[in-house]
């Protein structure tokens, strides 16, 4: 019998900080917590389906990185930390969701320079319920996004729990209606979502995503399925786009761990192709899920 339900656990959730399950509303961290001083600190968010972790190796990956961009080490080995996510998931019984983990420099006096002797790092880990009925029904229909200005810094390389531009440019999106707000640079290019990877596939079929580089975060799902279209002999090409070329895109689709290549329907309220989801996104979203053995 599994362990977990579809719901999750009957008793409430389970949250983990520094070595301890915690009911979820107990859980905490010291209010000189660098993460909640100054935003020192760094996350992953992978997904989970059927009690399963998703792109679990490429996500430790880009954590390790992003510590190591902050100078730190992982708090853990990753085969411990492996099984933390585990319990995580057992402990939730959530079968299908959404595990946030979160690395801070640890508790100290405030000072913008870190300490020379480095606290113990705070460790979290997090657990909910994806609404799959909402999921369902936006790669279904499509979801609308908004452009908003990219005021963000010249580190979006590195997955910082520092992210007030990115709400603040989702809750504008919001207000305009849109599921996601797709972030635009000075010179009129589109970066990414607020918090996913943006694509658009242009006339020819030929897929469009933006290169890598510190202006965006390196996706995890952008990656698999980069490698899933390169197996699948797709044509694609990692470029800038402007928002003008988006419009007149035939398709246009995020991707992210909350959801894999969720077709993009209308931008600033003008519709993209036909204004309906389009075979493209979809043969990705295939292709990826049998590349991260989604079933
Ligand atoms: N966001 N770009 C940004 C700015 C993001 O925050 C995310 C992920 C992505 C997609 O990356 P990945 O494919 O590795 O999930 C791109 C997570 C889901 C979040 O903040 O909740």
Redesign the pocket.
């Known amino acids: 019998m599994k362990k977990w339900s579809a719901t999750g656990n009957p008793t409430g959730r389970i949250a983990y900080v520094n070595g301890r399950y915690l009911p979820h509303a107990q859980a905490g961290v010291h209010i000189e917590d660098r993460a909640l001083q100054l935003g020192d600190g760094i ?3 992978t997904n989970v389906i059927d009690g399963q972790p998703i ?1 679990e190796e ?2 430790l990956d ?1 954590m390790e990185r992003s510590l190591r961009e902050l100078g730190m080490d992982m708090p853990m080995g990753r085969a411990a930390l492996k099984l933390v996510m585990r319990e995580m998931i057992a402990r939730n019984r959530i079968a299908n969701g ?1 595990l ?1 983990l979160q690395v801070t420099r640890g508790a100290a006096r405030r000072d913008h320079v870190p300490p020379k002797n480095p606290p113990r790092p705070t460790l979290i880990l997090t657990m909910r319920a994806q609404d799959m009925a909402a999921l369902a029904v936006r790669m279904e229909k499509g979801i609308a996004v908004s452009t908003q200005p990219d005021v963000r810094w010249g580190r ?1 390389d590195i ?1 910082t729990v520092q ?1 007030l531009p ?1 709400l603040l440019a989702k809750q504008a999106a919001k207000q305009a209606g849109a599921f996601e707000a797709w972030l635009v640079d000075d010179d009129g290019y589109v970066t ?6 943006a694509w658009i596939v242009d006339g020819e079929g030929h897929v469009i995503t933006r290169d890598l580089s510190s202006a ?8 698999i399925m980069l490698d899933a279209m390169a197996a699948a002999q797709v044509k694609v090409v990692e470029r800038k786009f402007t928002v003008t070329e988006a419009l007149g895109a035939r398709e246009a689709f995020i ?4 959801g ?1 290549a969720v077709p993009v329907v209308t931008i600033d309220g003008k519709p993209i192709g036909d204004g309906r989801p389009g075979p493209v996104t979809r043969r990705i979203r295939d292709l990826y899920a049998e590349k991260a053995g989604i079933k």
């Open positions: 996350y992953e968010v792109d490429p996500h880009r959404l946030y979006c997955k992210l990115n990414e979502g607020g918090s996913t990877n965006i975060l390196p996706g995890v799902t952008r990656k991707s992210s761990a909350t894999a």
